[in-house]
């Protein structure tokens, strides 16, 4: 018998140490792969966890009815086959059918268990561990049978404190949906805002009132000169030494937005073992320069990141990717934007070549037309823009530290 570190002062009884078996019945979805149709019950796997009912693929009723075990109200889905993390849960909050496959398991309550309790339960530090130690590393993707989820131990209290534990972690849950849906509001704004600005439906006006001169536009050549990059892989990257900071496709398309102040922010670097003078100086990025990822496994493919802020190190655009030196003078942070505008990416898809993998070459990237107005405007684009995401990234601090506080609170409650 065992007591949480943090609990509501009115509960002092010690908790019930089992396994989950005996609190709730557990199932799996088809092991068949199913005949989709175009319009009929939804269906779903491990990547709809986070949102199941957003799903684009369909079965049939009659291939639903023959489910043995149906989801119902207040039913839990978990993943338990997936490259991702095994263990992620989703509620069943709808009467309407919904079929699921194999990689997720279905938890259904025994008793008066509160379905929201053994949720949170589920998510805890001390559950993961369980499933942890159960999970079979070395398929690909990882699993956990169906039988060793049941042998998880898991520590309930009684009705009233689950119950009282389960609508204080949902206030949380409420904050964090809260913070989240501010977020999506905010980055839609700036895209239609974005979109706006560089269609030129909406102009900035000079301070005195005036109309600014009509755009100007040139082609990819005209605009920028290619310069070299570096082939290394991440295997040569070393975070603890070295001076030479390198910046990877997977850099410009995961952690950067359209620009990155190096002055203010960590990068990757390569091993200062490296032969480096195989490299002159030109080959090393300026404030202004932009670096466009020319490989993805989706349509990010042209994402690009613009170099800002006072170099202190010698900075090389690395594997897959293009980097590029304006011919002449922009606003800080503009062809940033405007390369990862809706407006230029319509000019690039048609461009883009590959199937599995998406790929876009110098040669062609060179067939782009790079569309930008006089200085004052196009610094006047720029403010605006960072405005936005200035207050989105406000947003996404304050989101991080309601998450971390509901993961102090997941270790801190459940036994």
Not at 217 to 230: H, L
Request: hydrophobic share 35%; with cysteine; charged share 30%.
């Amino acid at each position: 018998m065992a007591k949480p570190k943090l609990r509501f002062p009115e509960f002092t009884d010690e908790w019930e140490e089992t396994v989950l078996e005996k609190k709730a019945y557990i199932y799996d979805g088809t092991h068949q792969t199913p005949q989709y149709v175009s319009k009929g019950v939804k269906f779903v796997s491990v990547e709809n966890i986070h949102d199941i009912y957003n799903t684009d693929k369909f079965i049939s009723e009659e291939a639903y009815e023959r489910y043995k075990i149906k989801p119902q109200v207040d039913d839990i889905l978990m993943t338990r086959i997936t490259a991702g993390i095994i263990g992620d849960t989703a509620i069943i909050s709808k009467g309407e059918p919904l079929a699921y496959y194999v990689s997720l398991a279905l938890i259904r309550k025994r008793g008066k268990t509160n379905t929201n309790f053994l949720a949170y339960n589920i998510n805890s530090e001390r559950f993961r561990h369980e499933l942890h130690k159960r999970i079979i590393h070395v398929a690909f993707p990882k699993k956990i049978n169906l039988g060793d989820i049941g042998k998880c131990k898991i520590a309930f209290p009684k009705e009233g404190e689950q119950e009282k534990i389960a609508d204080f972690l949902s206030s949380v849950d409420n904050i964090i949906q809260v913070q989240e849906e501010e977020i999506s509001t905010l980055e839609e704004q700036e895209k239609g805002i974005m979109q706006k600005l560089f269609n030129r439906e909406v102009r900035f006006k000079a301070d005195d009132g005036s109309a600014y001169p009509e755009w100007e536009e040139k082609s990819f050549d005209e605009i920028f000169n290619i310069i070299q990059n570096n082939t290394f892989s991440r295997d040569c990257l070393n975070d603890d030494t070295g001076e030479v900071l390198n910046i990877h496709y997977g850099d410009v398309l995961i952690k950067y937005g359209a620009f990155i102040d190096v002055s203010k922010e960590e990068v990757p670097h390569i091993n200062d073992d490296i032969q480096l003078n195989k490299f002159d100086e030109k080959s090393f990025l300026r404030s202004g320069d932009i670096i466009i990822a020319d490989t993805a496994e989706d349509m990010t493919v042209g994402k690009a990141t613009e170099i800002c802020g006072a170099i202190g190190k010698k900075i090389l655009s690395g594997l897959h990717t293009i980097p590029c030196r304006p011919k002449i003078v922009f606003a800080p942070k503009y062809l940033g934007y405007y390369i990862n505008s809706e407006k230029y990416h319509n000019q690039l898809m048609p461009l883009i070549q590959g199937i599995k993998v998406s790929s876009i070459s110098k040669g062609n990237i060179s067939k782009t037309v790079i569309a930008y107005p006089c200085m004052d405007e196009q610094q006047k684009i720029a403010d605006c823009l960072s405005a936005y995401d200035e207050a989105i990234q406000i947003k996404k601090d304050k989101l991080e530290i309601w998450k971390e506080i509901k993961k102090g609170l997941l270790q801190q409650m459940f036994v």
